[in-house]
């Protein structure tokens, strides 16, 4: 009896030291955080001030893990850590012992180790009373204790940072700005050489300065956006202030952004950055895109080629370098200079006349620019009277009638014009009478050799257009840059039943992906790589891109724009248009948020989030599409190349077939066809398709077939091969399974738990049916959609498979035959990879 009661004491002795620790560590962990400093509470190395959501985080940090401390506030969830406001960016902390405080006259106050005040909101009129908190949108704000009212925050106040909520402003009758500093560098947040603001004059505009010297502009703000960047595709606007003279910038929330800030680099480049777990930070645009996007890279009179390859400035029509030599060094700062002396301005007089019987000036029309910088605002009423204002004076250089701002004018010489890919506005800049008409001698001598050439080479065209009109085409069409051919390619093919396929140009494509961004790229595929992109409309897209080194062309592109512009089914992918230009073949197709299903199904890291209900329906959806496909569509069509990589999935984990590259379409009472060309996937192709090169109906439920075996396994076709214990294929492993357990072996660990019974071993049924060695054995997809879905219960038994393909990398007698094209299946966007 002693002995169980002494062991009872141990027991409760035990138990309340565990109690002990647990509530001090507790208690440890609850005090790390706080959230709001008071003359009682501060701020110290081993504490954190927090957001009420926790999406905000205040407190001390190192960068570099240099000696230097500072305050700050970061994203408490992102990382690496993103600090967007420093409060002691002048003044580090090197001793190991500091706080951030209320002082006793109210004011935030930080402290060093020996009580000095390093940094203080220096406020006036304040007392003890205050608060510090610290708000869900990143402000810091010091209230008083009594009355509630906000005395200092941060937003007023900004580093390098712009958040939704803050701004940038100015007050031409106070004096007051608000401005982004940069960092000095990426690891030194004290004061760089950059800032950014907003600009005094009437149309305000967007700027960095590089010390005091102009570094970018955006142009006017019209009051829906700046003129100069179009691709912005953000929600933010300039307000004009209570007062006359004050203006504000207000930044938004980029969409489809968990959070979303633009920052000011320590090189200069402002970015506006949106933040998802999965890509963390990325900048949805940055500036200055191109070298000759920098505030006057192309001098006076020269236009910035952001999209062209080759060049980088140029001259407008009717000026020339001003030194041929600097600019052959591609320093284009010098600008250029006019070739025809004006007129206007010879006499004394300043409206527009002429000398000695001179015709006088004009203006010439350039379109699709950003305007130039130091422009004056007229108030008049249309473009007509913008341009007689401006022809009437001398000192009038080009004036622009741009919508929602009205006339601008220039005087003197022109800097800082860009190319821009849509939205560009119209600029008419005043020339010579000899700029316009040209030179008349010039235009007759093109004249007559443009004739003589034609008449030269006119016979031997037509003589070789008539001997090789085919061989003509397809190099047309690869070669094609134009819209106006992609256009009569599509048309001229679709006559019985033409389709409107909307056609993208190429510079949208760019503006849509930035530029074909890395941080945009889905996959890589046989076909090329595939990219997210965002249209001007902000609905995401999936960008195709033909690799020239790709084994496809011009009819296997062309045959998919036909073939999937015409079938509308909820589990087929639809296209949204094409872009052919500048020797690109481009398909833009809706968005698939979950990219392709073996992105899931053979990542042993996901695979797991595709449990047995989510692949049963994934099986179902492809087959109702093949099923659309061969029967219920407009057309009968054969796909050829379906494979996992090949099924995308929606948000919803919806399957939707792509790539119709290869598929082939049947007219009328057709069944078979027959090609000398096999193309496909090795593993999934049928074997008279194979050996033969016959395929129809049942060459697609093969691959189905094999399709269903994958997502029961889990593991891919041509991994068998390489199976140390059996050496056995998919389809011999399907056939043991299905004779020991009626398929329940097959069943993926990753759902060994959630899979019902009867679907499995349907699926394992219906399978191993679709694989028959003999076309004439297999199911139509009719009956395995009515198999599937439970409504037949009687389902076939399937014969022995022989085998034949179980070692692919052996199969000589396979990659032997001629003229075939291959495609493996070890990729997320693949079209076909040939080898």
């Not at 500036?287 to 001098?299: L, Q, S």
């Not at 357990?741 to 009867?758: C, F, N, P, Q, R």
Request: hydrophobic residues 40%; contains cysteine; aromatic residues 10%.
């Amino acid at each position: 009896m002693a002995a169980f009661m002494n062991q009872m004491c141990f027991g409760m002795q035990v138990a309340f030291l565990w109690f002990f620790l647990f509530n001090l560590f507790f208690s440890l962990a609850y005090c790390s955080v706080i959230y709001n400093v008071t003359s009682s509470r501060a701020v110290t190395p081993a504490q954190t001030l927090s957001s009420p959501n926790h999406i905000f985080e205040l407190g001390f940090f190192t960068p570099n893990n240099s000696h230097n401390h500072y305050v700050g506030i970061w994203y408490k969830e992102a990382t690496p850590q993103t600090v967007i406001w420093v409060a002691n960016r002048e003044k580090p902390v090197t001793s190991s012992s500091k706080s951030l405080i209320i002082g006793r006259n109210g004011n935030l106050m930080l402290l060093d180790g020996q009580q000095n005040i390093v940094w203080s909101t220096d406020i006036s009129g304040s007392s003890n009373g205050s608060i510090a908190v610290l708000s869900d949108d990143g402000k810091l704000i010091l209230r008083d204790g009594f009355t509630g009212l906000t005395l200092w925050d941060n937003f007023k106040n900004p580093t390098n940072v712009l958040l939704p909520g803050t701004r940038l402003a100015f007050n031409n009758t106070s004096g007051e700005r608000l401005f982004l500093n940069s960092w000095k560098t990426e690891n030194d947040p004290s004061p760089g050489d950059f800032t950014a603001s907003i600009s005094l004059e009437t149309p305000s505009q967007a700027f960095v300065l590089k010390g005091s010297k102009l570094h970018w502009r955006s142009g006017p703000w019209d009051k829906a956006k700046f003129i100069g960047i179009p691709e912005i595709n953000a929600d933010y606007q300039i307000i004009d202030g209570p007062q006359p003279g004050t203006a504000f910038f207000d930044f938004g929330v980029l969409r489809n952004c968990s959070y979303s800030m633009t920052i000011l680099s320590s090189i200069g480049i402002l970015r506006f950055l949106c933040w998802d777990p999965v890509r963390r930070w990325y900048a949805r645009w940055e500036t200055p895109i191109a070298p000759c996007e920098i505030y006057g890279a192309c001098g006076p009179f020269g236009v910035c080629q952001r999209y062209d390859p080759n060049l980088t400035c140029r001259c407008l029509k009717g000026f020339v370098p001003k030194s041929d030599e600097e600019w052959g060094r591609e320093n284009w700062t010098g600008g250029c200079v006019r070739r025809t002396e004006l007129s206007c301005g010879r006499n004394t007089s300043a409206t527009n006349t002429t000398t000695e019987g001179g015709k006088p000036d004009g203006f010439l029309k350039f379109s699709g620019l950003k305007v130039p910088d130091s422009a004056e605002f007229l108030n008049v009423l249309d473009i007509n009277e913008c341009h007689q204002q401006c022809f009437n004076n001398c000192s009038c250089s080009g004036y622009a009638f741009v919508s929602g701002i009205g006339c601008l004018v220039w005087t003197g010489n022109l800097v800082d014009m860009h190319e821009l890919p849509f939205d560009g506005q119209d600029l008419f800049l005043r020339v010579a009478n000899a700029e316009l008409k040209g030179d008349d001698k010039k235009v007759k001598e093109k004249l007559i050799i443009s004739l003589v050439t034609v008449a030269l080479f006119i016979s031997m065209i037509y003589g070789l257009v008539k001997w090789r009109a085919n061989q003509t085409i397809k190099k047309n069409a690869a070669a094609s840059t134009s819209r106006a051919f992609m256009r009569r390619i599509v048309l001229e093919d679709q006559n019985k039943d033409p389709v409107e396929l909307p056609l993208f140009d190429f510079n949208s494509i760019l503006v849509a992906t930035s530029n074909f961004d890395e941080e945009n790229k889905l996959g890589q595929g046989g076909y090329g790589p595939v990219y997210k992109g965002k249209l001007q409309d902000g609905k995401d897209v999936a960008i195709k891109r033909l690799s020239a080194n790709s084994g496809q062309g011009t009819e296997e592109f062309k045959n998919e724009v036909m073939l999937i512009s015409k079938l509308q089914h909820r589990n087929l992918v639809r296209l949204i248009g094409c872009c052919v230009e500048r020797q690109e073949r481009i398909l833009i197709y809706e968005f698939m948020s979950n990219k392709s299903l073996d992105t899931y199904l053979f990542d042993p890291a996901k695979k797991a989030e595709l449990d047995w209900n989510k692949r049963f329906n994934i099986i179902i959806g492809v087959a109702r599409g093949l099923l659309y496909l061969h029967r219920d569509s407009c057309l009968r069509v054969i796909h050829r190349d379906l494979k996992v990589s090949n099924i995308l999935l929606d948000e919803k984990m919806n399957p939707k077939i792509s790539d119709f590259g290869l598929a082939r379409m049947f007219e009328g009472t057709q069944v078979l066809g027959n090609t000398h060309r096999v193309v496909g996937t090795l593993g999934y192709m049928a074997p008279e398709y194979v050996l033969g090169g016959i395929y129809s109906e049942k060459s697609d439920v093969f691959g189905f077939g094999v399709l269903i075996l994958e997502i029961v396994c889990g593991r891919k076709v041509n991994s068998f091969q390489f199976d140390e214990q059996q050496h056995m294929s998919l389809l011999a492993h399907a056939w043991q399974s299905w004779n020991e357990s009626k398929g329940l072996d097959m069943i993926d660990e990753a759902v060994a738990d959630s899979y019902s019974t009867a679907e499995v071993s349907r699926c394992v049924n219906v399978g191993l049916v679709c694989v028959q060695d003999h076309a004439a054995d297999r199911l139509n997809m009719a009956a395995v959609v009515t198999m599937l879905s439970g409504e037949k219960t009687n389902l076939p038994q399937p014969k022995q498979p022989t085998f034949t393909f179980q070692n692919v990398s052996t199969s000589s007698n396979l990659q032997s035959q001629s003229n075939s094209t291959w495609s493996v299946n070890n990729v997320t966007a693949s079209i076909v990879e040939p080898r």
